[in-house]
C-alpha cells in the first residue's frame, strides 16, 4: 500500500491535488479551476489517486449533481517513517562532544522533554563557544564544561545517533543510527555552526515522529 500511495504521488498535479486538499474539501471542477488543468486531466489524476486509498468522493447535501473530495488522513500516516521500538533514552555522539551532538540533545530535549544526553569518542575538555553561541541564538542552553566519554555515558538500551563520520565508523557495533553532519569546527565561523544547527534541527524534527517512549510510573 505504501508503494502504491508514493508512485500515485509520484506525478507533480497529483501532488498538487493532495496538496490542494490538505486543509479542505473541493469538487474536481473547484480542483481544475484553482491549479488550471483540463478536467479530463483531473478526473484521470483523482482516479489514481482514489484507487490508491488517498482521496474519497462524496456526493453534495445541496446540489447533488456535484461531489467533493476529500484526503483520507491515515493514508497519509502510512507515508510517514516506520517507529523506533520504545526507546527510554536518545544519545547523540559525535567525536568531541563540543558542538553538534551537543545540539542535537538540546534540541531533542526542548521539543520533546524526553531523557536524552549526548556524549564524545574522543571528548574535548569544554564545548565549543560557537555552538554555546549559536545554541542560545536558538533559545537553548549548554553547559560549557559538559563533556563526556561514551563509555561513561551509554546504556545498552540507549538508542545511540552518531552525528558525524567519524563516531560512526568508531561506534559500529554500538550507533543504531548515523547522521552525516559536516564539523562546523575547522572551517570555525558563526555561519558554519550555523549551517550545523540547521542541518540538525532538520532531523531531528524528522527522528521526533519515528520515536515511541516507554510509559514512566512514579
Same mark, same amino acid.
Given at each position: 500500500m505504501?508503494?502504491?500511495i508514493?508512485?500515485?504521488?509520484?506525478?507533480?498535479?497529483r501532488l498538487?491535488?493532495v496538496?490542494t486538499?490538505?486543509?479542505?474539501?473541493?469538487s474536481?471542477?473547484?480542483?481544475? $479551476?484553482? @491549479?488550471? +488543468?483540463p478536467?479530463?486531466?483531473?478526473? &484521470?489524476?483523482?482516479? #489514481?489517486l482514489?484507487?490508491a486509498?488517498i482521496?474519497?468522493?462524496s456526493r453534495?447535501?445541496?446540489d447533488r449533481r456535484?461531489?467533493?473530495?476529500s484526503?483520507?488522513?491515515?493514508?497519509?500516516?502510512s507515508?510517514?517513517?516506520?517507529r523506533?521500538?520504545?526507546v527510554?533514552?536518545?544519545v547523540f555522539?559525535?567525536t568531541?562532544?563540543?558542538?553538534r551532538?551537543?545540539?542535537?540533545?538540546a534540541?531533542?530535549?526542548?521539543?520533546t522533554?524526553q531523557?536524552?544526553a549526548s556524549?564524545g569518542?574522543?571528548?574535548?575538555?569544554?564545548?565549543?563557544p560557537?555552538a554555546?553561541t549559536?545554541?542560545?541564538? $536558538?533559545? @537553548?542552553s +549548554?553547559?560549557p564544561?559538559?563533556?563526556a &566519554?561514551v563509555s561513561? #555515558?551509554?546504556?545498552d538500551?540507549?538508542l545511540?545517533?552518531?552525528?558525524?563520520?567519524?563516531a560512526h565508523?568508531?561506534?559500529?557495533?554500538?550507533?543504531r543510527?548515523h547522521w552525516?553532519?559536516p564539523?562546523?569546527?575547522?572551517a570555525?565561523?558563526?555561519?558554519a555552526?550555523e549551517?550545523?544547527f540547521?542541518?540538525i534541527?532538520s532531523?531531528v524534527?524528522?527522528?521526533?515522529?519515528?520515536?515511541?517512549?516507554?510509559?514512566t510510573h512514579?
Amino acid at each position: 500500500m505504501r508503494a502504491r500511495i508514493h508512485a500515485a504521488l509520484g506525478e507533480p498535479a497529483r501532488l498538487a491535488i493532495v496538496d490542494t486538499l490538505t486543509l479542505g474539501d473541493a469538487s474536481p471542477g473547484e480542483i481544475a $479551476h484553482t @491549479l488550471q +488543468l483540463p478536467t479530463n486531466l483531473v478526473a &484521470h489524476h483523482v482516479k #489514481v489517486l482514489q484507487d490508491a486509498g488517498i482521496l474519497t468522493r462524496s456526493r453534495s447535501e445541496g446540489d447533488r449533481r456535484r461531489t467533493y473530495l476529500s484526503l483520507r488522513p491515515q493514508a497519509l500516516v502510512s507515508l510517514a517513517p516506520q517507529r523506533l521500538d520504545a526507546v527510554k533514552r536518545v544519545v547523540f555522539v559525535c567525536t568531541h562532544n563540543s558542538a553538534r551532538s551537543q545540539i542535537a540533545a538540546a534540541l531533542l530535549r526542548q521539543r520533546t522533554g524526553q531523557p536524552v544526553a549526548s556524549a564524545g569518542t574522543h571528548p574535548a575538555p569544554r564545548v565549543h563557544p560557537r555552538a554555546v553561541t549559536v545554541a542560545r541564538r $536558538h533559545g @537553548l542552553s +549548554l553547559d560549557p564544561g559538559a563533556t563526556a &566519554h561514551v563509555s561513561d #555515558v551509554v546504556a545498552d538500551d540507549d538508542l545511540v545517533i552518531a552525528v558525524c563520520d567519524n563516531a560512526h565508523e568508531d561506534l559500529t557495533d554500538q550507533a543504531r543510527l548515523h547522521w552525516s553532519v559536516p564539523d562546523p569546527a575547522p572551517a570555525d565561523t558563526d555561519e558554519a555552526f550555523e549551517a550545523a544547527f540547521t542541518a540538525i534541527a532538520s532531523r531531528v524534527d524528522r527522528l521526533i515522529p519515528a520515536l515511541t517512549t516507554e510509559p514512566t510510573h512514579d
